[in-house]
């Protein structure tokens, strides 16, 4: 009986230990349906079949508490991990905890005009005072920074046009398709996008407003939007906005976010988890498939958690390229 007893105890103190060293993670991840919630859902169904067991909470606004290391995780775009850092941009105050984790995939977006329009170039729309521009995007406030940096790169700025301002950045797509703008932004391949250029056939659907190129215009484009890029895309007839020629539009890399209290080890393990499974991540969420796994720690004002050095440097990620 006492050997029992001792076998049992022994068991339930390594199921005891098991769980204790188990990792568990919060992850925010957005409302239902966000670019953050799609990728937590998939980054979550690896890590958990990885062992390690994320708790995603569908939270908005979420990068006080990811400061604060009220949650492990989030998501954002770099543009707006450099913003929240140094209190800029979208945000009033510096949120001085907040680290890079890596790079998920990148995200391609760009101005939309009707092609009937014939804007090829950002500097087509010099002069041209009478376009009206969407504005604002009171619950999306990162979306102007975007326009304003493809604006910047022709040396224009909002004040160039009639804005119109919308709440978001679906309701500036709307606004386009509906007639109510002539400029909005709008992603690569994005369901709404497609919807309206549906809308203006009879105009020629939508087409993509090519920003300048070259060192001038990417710093340009980086001194409104920091961690943005110019990315060069051909004409394309089956991509909507490149039917009808090529574009240089906005690449901005999609980040996952930690705190600088976050556990170096269990960051490093996700960091791992997430660079050897690409193929997993993309069953789940078709964005990963575009992921540059062995480019995942771009440059940034922000810095990178120590736990996700660690790994960049034994499988030889370079950081800040």
């Known amino acids: 009986m ?5 076998a049992g105890l022994g068991l339930s103190a390594m199921m005891f230990a098991s769980a204790a060293t188990a990792q568990v993670v919060t992850m925010a991840t957005g409302a239902q349906g966000s670019l953050a919630y799609n990728s937590g859902q998939a980054v979550a169904v690896v890590a958990n079949d990885n062992g390690i067991t994320v708790r995603t909470q569908p939270l908005v606004g979420y990068m006080p508490l990811l400061n604060a290391g009220e949650v492990d995780f989030g998501y954002s775009n770099g543009a707006e991990a450099s913003f929240a850092l140094t209190g800029t941009g979208n945000f009033t105050r510096e949120h001085p905890n907040v ?3 890596g790079e998920m995939f990148g995200l391609t977006t760009g101005i939309m005009a009707p092609c009937d329009l014939g804007l090829e170039s950002i ?7 009478d376009l009206r521009i969407a504005s604002e995007y009171t619950s999306s406030t ?3 920074f975007y326009i304003q940096g493809a604006l910047a790169t022709s040396g224009l700025t909002y004040e160039d046009f009639d804005q119109v301002p919308v709440s978001s950045f679906v309701a500036g797509i709307n606004a386009l398709g509906d007639g109510l703008v002539d400029l909005a932004l709008v992603s690569l391949n994005a369901g709404a996008g497609q919807q309206a250029a549906v809308q203006l056939k009879s105009r020629g659907g939508l087409c993509y407003i090519s920003m300048e190129s070259g060192d001038e215009a990417a710093q340009a484009l980086e001194d ?3 961690s943005g890029s110019i990315a060069t895309l051909p004409q ?8 009808n020629w090529g574009a240089n539009l906005v690449s901005v890399p999609w980040m996952l976010l930690t705190h600088a209290d976050a556990d170096e080890q269990t960051v490093y393990d996700l960091v791992k988890v997430i660079h050897g499974n690409k193929e997993a991540l993309g069953q789940s969420f078709g964005a990963f498939n575009r ?3 062995d480019q995942m720690a771009p440059a940034s004002v922000t810095p990178y958690h120590p736990g996700a050095l660690r790994f960049y440097q034994e499988v030889g990620v370079t950081v800040g390229e």
Do not use: C, H, Y
């Open 291 to 293: 992921a540059k796994f």
């Open 224 to 226: 409104v939007l920091p």
């Open 2 to 6: 006492k050997r029992l007893s001792f």
């Open 236 to 243: 394309n007839e089956n991509i909507n906005g490149l039917q």
């Open 99 to 101: 680290r890079l984790v």
């Open 123 to 129: 500097s087509d729309l010099q002069g041209r005072n």
């Open 142 to 144: 990162i979306i102007p």
